[in-house]
């Protein structure tokens, strides 16, 4: 019996079309993290499930993919764990290795392996895919690709600031409104010291954390689950609607007998200064205190990218990780970086109709090919365009001219070259423009010359 062929959920294919869109999302990125000095940085697919867990917190660790150890995997499994028919203890035993599920671990890890062969402060930035076993849903997958920037080696705001402008300039090179929501996670643990829950500061920063998915009913029904009084939420739900400056002066005075608080506080006053100075294109920026990201790992600022004008989910985040590298070993260590979600932001340019029409371009003239001499003349042309560095192509065989015009138009091609009895003739080419319809006769040298004006 054959097997339908398919692929597991929360994956996908990705089509030429959707490949040259990703590619330009990617290349857009990419030239302005190296434009402000980060340099490119490659880790494995795999990491060794210890670099993994207990990272991410419990909710995290349990989205891990773990891979399979080869060999008998079994063997060295306790009968008491076997037994048990505990599923987690039992993958834990028998995989040693996981998908990482993001791509800052696998960074810190890097650089504590690294340290005496790189420069401080360094900064790098990371393109590649990443895995988690989430429930897929729109915006959500269990494979898709991040975009970091990241900075370790110093405690500098000026990187924050630095962050900020790279979110605002990709955004708006991509033609995309956003609002770049900042916080401090040393805000948050000022507040739930004020409170007297300074022990559930995990919990209360999980919980705030859902606020946009699941409400304040919804926030107020887990944290009365943790054990927090409900009342905490208060303060964040008075905050809101006030403009940054005003509602940082009511954190201020709210967090006066907090050290941790007013330390949170003096950095969002020095990175709000520095924004000020900085040339932001066209973002908003909103001090969100009720923003706490979820991860275990933030220690300072957090950000958050929402696109305004579509219902999704954050397109970008991060924050300042001051004891990641600790984890492994490497201690006095600051960092702090970014992330972008290129397949939401994917999504969102898909959905405003945003990529440019000509993105999806991969062949900018095609030659007709009417066979014999006439096919010869044509490759010989193409020989010419080729070594100018323009892409071309010559269809493979003297098809119907319905047949290659419609592969023309498949190719989004902007010129079709006919190359005929009467061209060979006089030593001309006709060219016809595809977007406007025009038809011109033009010698080898002026089609380059065109052709170079196109790309």
């Avoid at 401080?120 to 590649?128: A, E, L």
């Amino acid at each position: 019996m054959k097997v339908k062929p398919s692929i597991p959920k929360g994956t996908r294919d990705f089509g030429p079309k959707e490949v040259y869109k990703r590619n330009y999302i990617f290349g857009t990125i990419r030239k302005v993290f190296e434009k402000f000095g980060y340099q490119p940085l490659e880790t494995p697919t795999m990491e060794n499930l210890e670099t993994l867990t207990g990272k991410y917190g419990e909710e995290g660790d349990q989205l891990l993919f773990k891979v399979l150890d080869s060999g008998d995997y079994l063997k060295d499994v306790k009968p008491d764990v076997y037994e048990s028919k505990d599923a987690k203890k039992l993958s834990f035993a028998i995989s040693g290795k996981g998908l990482r599920y993001d791509l800052t671990i696998p960074f810190a890890r890097f650089v504590v392996m690294n340290q005496n062969d790189i420069a401080f402060p360094f900064k790098r930035y990371q393109i590649q895919p990443v895995w988690r076993a989430d429930r897929p849903q729109k915006g959500r997958y269990r494979e898709f690709y991040q975009c970091d920037a990241d900075v370790v080696g110093t405690n500098s705001l000026l990187n924050e600031a630095e962050l900020t402008q790279i979110y605002d300039e990709v955004f708006t090179k991509l033609g995309l409104e956003v609002i770049i929501k900042i916080n401090n996670r040393k805000l948050l643990a000022g507040l739930a010291e004020v409170a007297g829950v300074s022990d559930q500061l995990v919990h209360l920063t999980v919980a705030i954390d859902k606020l946009d998915k699941i409400g304040i009913e919804g926030v107020t029904k887990e944290l009365v689950t943790r054990g927090i009084n409900p009342e905490v939420m208060h303060f964040f739900i008075e905050s809101q609607g006030l403009e940054n400056k005003e509602k940082l002066a009511k954190v201020k005075e709210h967090l006066k007998h907090s050290q941790t608080g007013l330390q949170g506080v003096a950095e969002m006053e020095m990175l709000f200064n520095y924004l000020e100075i900085a040339h932001l294109y066209r973002a908003k920026v909103e001090f969100d205190l009720t923003l706490a990201r979820g991860l275990n790992y933030y220690t300072g600022t957090i950000f958050e990218v929402k696109a305004v004008g579509v219902e999704m989910g954050s397109i970008g985040g991060g924050g300042r990780y001051d004891n990641l590298t600790g984890m492994f070993g490497l201690n006095g260590v600051s960092g702090v970086g970014i992330s972008f979600g290129a397949e939401r932001i994917y999504d969102v340019l898909e959905e405003l109709n945003l990529f440019p029409p000509d993105v999806t371009q991969a062949t900018t003239a095609l030659f007709i090919n009417f066979g014999g001499e006439f096919e010869k003349a044509a490759f010989g042309y193409l020989q010419k365009l080729h070594m100018a560095d323009i892409s071309a192509e010559l269809f493979p065989s003297d098809d119907k001219m319905a047949k290659q015009m419609k592969y023309a138009n498949a190719k989004n091609v902007h010129y079709v070259i006919f190359v005929g009895e009467e061209e060979v003739k006089r030593q001309k080419l006709t060219v016809k423009n595809m977007i406007t319809g025009e038809q011109n006769e033009l010698n080898i040298e002026q089609l380059v010359i065109l052709l170079k004006q196109e790309a």
